[in-house]
T-cell receptor, first 112, second 115 residues
Framework: SQTIHQWPATLVQPVGSPLSLECTVEGTSNPNLYWYRQAAGRGLQLLFYSVGIGQISSEVPQNLSASRPQDRQFILSSKKLLLSDSGFYLC???????????FGPGTRLTVT | AQSVTQLDSHVSVSEGTPVLLRCNYSSSYSPSLFWYVQHPNKGLQLLLKYTSAATLVKGINGFEAEFKKSETSFHLTKPSAHMSDAAEYFCVVSGRKGGYQKVTFGIGTKLQVIP
């Protein structure tokens, strides 16, 4: 069976500090991978998705970047965090855009 | 263009009564539609999906949804609410046109179940 991991589970970082969130998937190969941000009262916002190693599409301009160094690894980064980067970050995988996604447990990021 | 509208941000029902969570969508593509549930500080779990097969879709935990193309709706229902159903529910549309792929989430509906 497939599983998806995210870490850390919670993170408190000061403004201006760097960020690295990691997501890994087990039990499948060549998945589509997604990063979402969920801010209070605003639903989920798709940040990035990837259909393969080194292939990253960004949905919205922002202070964040994503990388996919390995088939089942997806990393969300920032060089300098802003207060507005606070939120709940969810990683997900799916086999194809028309089909369901499977979500990780999420990372709660608080920027102070 | 593609969008999802969840018509109610909060729904409150008594335990044992029916649940109705409303979702309308628009899409230029041939979309797939999904409902997900999220309990506090957890990831999202798939409840059910419509992918151009039967229009009445049955999901987990007694939930079902009906795809109505003429009304562009995909409302989520359950005959009898349970306390464990209290959570936030997201309607999602996913579509592809040529090489362009897009997934759009609704803003969510918080379901409160009153004992």
């Amino acid at each position: 069976s497939q599983t998806i991991h995210q870490w850390p589970a919670t993170l408190v970082q000061p403004v201006g500090s760097p960020l690295s969130l990691e997501c890994t998937v087990e039990g499948t190969s060549n998945p589509n991978l997604y990063w979402y941000r969920q801010a209070a009262g605003r639903g989920l916002q798709l940040l990035f998705y990837s259909v393969g190693i080194g292939q990253i599409s960004s949905e919205v301009p922002q202070n964040l970047s994503a990388s996919r160094p390995q088939d089942r690894q997806f990393i969300l980064s920032s060089k300098k965090l802003l207060l507005s980067d606070s939120g709940f970050y969810l990683c997900a995988w799916g086999r194809e855009i028309l089909y369901e996604q499977y979500f990780g447990p999420g990372t709660r990021l608080t920027v102070t | 263009a593609q969008s999802v509208t969840q018509l109610d941000s909060h729904v409150s029902v008594s335990e044992g009564t029916p649940v109705l969570l409303r979702c309308n969508y628009s899409s230029s593509y041939s979309p797939s539609l999904f409902w997900y549930v999220q309990h506090p500080n957890k990831g999202l779990q798939l409840l059910l999906k419509y992918t151009s097969a039967a229009t009445l879709v049955k999901g987990i935990n007694g939930f079902e949804a009906e795809f109505k193309k003429s009304e562009t709706s995909f409302h989520l229902t359950k005959p009898s609410a349970h306390m464990s159903d209290a959570a936030e529910y997201f309607c999602v549309v996913s579509g592809r046109k040529g090489g362009y792929q897009k997934v759009t989430f609704g803003i969510g509906t918080k379901l409160q179940v009153i004992p």
